[in-house]
């Protein structure tokens, strides 16, 4: 069986020697110092100045919405993880779905404008499978119009631009460490911001609103980490290079594999690096990818349509909406299996079926 994903996990011992400390110090969560030491060696790692450890990649959408004092309409995208759109939801405010461009699967950059109302006070974009949006117009969109800028870089770890993180962008920046990203705690996130009162802010939203043993700061809520996930981030930080490494060699296997399959790569950033966190591909047409996905399940292949379908016309708490490129583009795209121990055999199996269901 291939799945489309498998969290890499490290030498068991590694992890254990960690762990080892907890036992004797006896502190098991509340920012222990392997949190902290998390937050060192990733702001170390990452290159930015200021960054929390939180529990999970959707708390950190509430959290940045919350922290930056959001109530009123964000403008979204519609083709993103369900957690970009119902955390804005959560938090009580309107998502405003504005299309994404087919060549780099993105928010549109050149549409944002138009969806602009005197209640709009954000914008939240995904940078899509670890590509960057198109920041610098995003941000002189955000500058005119004064509204804040959150970015879902849930996918984006290890992402420059212009040799800068692309963590740095935006007023806040999230990051989800889950089992199934790229680098993960098993269950984490990330709050980045080039703002040290904002991140303040956050460290006080993330620990119930505490300031001191019997006061608080703002209103806040449990978004903490335990050290058993800050020790599986430690542990996996030190295999990071390793990580892209084998990933960049089964992207490039696939591609060399595929160049005659009917369909094309997302066109990523070009002052970016890869992180390659997802092989996905756009189909010429939904029959040729369902025909593909089903000739691959029988062979015990799992591939995932992701993101399918569009934000904008499946979640039961919105009005269904229509939206041209992500309506058209959405139901052709396919992810295919992507993970460590993934073997070039394996991806040769995969490109083989493909290539014979394209040619049935
Ligand atoms: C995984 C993911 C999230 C949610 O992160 P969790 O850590 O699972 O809560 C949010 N947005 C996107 C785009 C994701 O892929």
């Not at 019997?214 to 996996?236: P, T």
């Not at 009005?319 to 040769?348: G, N």
């Amino acid at each position: 069986m291939i799945p489309v994903t498998k969290p890499f996990l490290p030498p068991n011992d590694e992890y254990l020697k960690i762990i080892d400390g907890i036992w004797k110090r006896q502190w098991l969560t509340n920012m222990g110092p392997l949190a902290s030491e998390l937050e060192m060696s990733l702001k170390e790692y990452l290159k930015v100045n200021h960054l929390l450890f939180v529990t999970n990649g959707t708390i950190a959408l509430q959290m940045a919405i919350k922290s930056l004092n959001i109530t009123g309409e964000i403008i979204t995208t519609p083709f993103s993880f369900v957690a970009t759109t119902s955390t804005i939801v959560w938090e009580g405010c309107t998502p405003v779905f504005v299309d994404i461009d087919e060549k780099t699967l993105n928010i549109d950059a050149t549409k944002i404008e138009a969806a602009i109302t005197e209640n709009t006070q954000a914008i939240l974009a995904t940078h899509v499978y670890g590509n960057p949006c198109d920041v610098e117009a995003i941000e002189k969109i955000a500058t005119k119009y004064n509204l804040k800028v959150i970015y879902d870089g849930a996918h984006a770890f290890g992402v420059r631009v212009n040799n800068k993180s692309i963590f740095e962008y935006g007023d806040i920046s999230t990051c989800s460490l889950h089992a199934t990203k790229l680098y993960h705690s098993v269950e984490g996130g990330l709050i980045i911001t080039k703002d040290p009162d904002l991140l303040k802010k956050n460290a006080y939203i993330r620990n119930f609103g505490f300031n001191g043993p019997e006061s608080f700061a703002e209103l806040g809520i449990n978004g903490k980490n335990s050290e058993f996930h800050a020790a599986m981030g430690l542990v996996n930080l030190k295999y990071i290079d390793d990580i892209y490494k084998r990933r960049k060699v089964i992207t490039e296997r696939y591609n060399e594999k595929l160049l005659n399959f009917r369909a094309y790569r997302p066109k990523w950033h070009s002052d970016a690096n890869i992180n390659y966190a997802y092989y996905p591909l756009v189909f010429e047409n939904e029959k040729l990818l369902l025909e593909v996905k089903n000739l691959l399940e029988g062979h015990e292949i799992f591939t995932r349509r992701y993101f399918y379908p569009s934000l904008a016309n499946t979640l039961p708490y919105l009005e269904p909406k229509k939206i041209e490129i992500t309506d058209k583009v959405s139901p052709t795209v396919l992810c295919l299996p992507l993970y460590y121990d993934l073997t070039l055999e394996e991806v040769d199996l995969i490109c083989r079926l493909m290539l014979r269901a394209q040619n049935n």
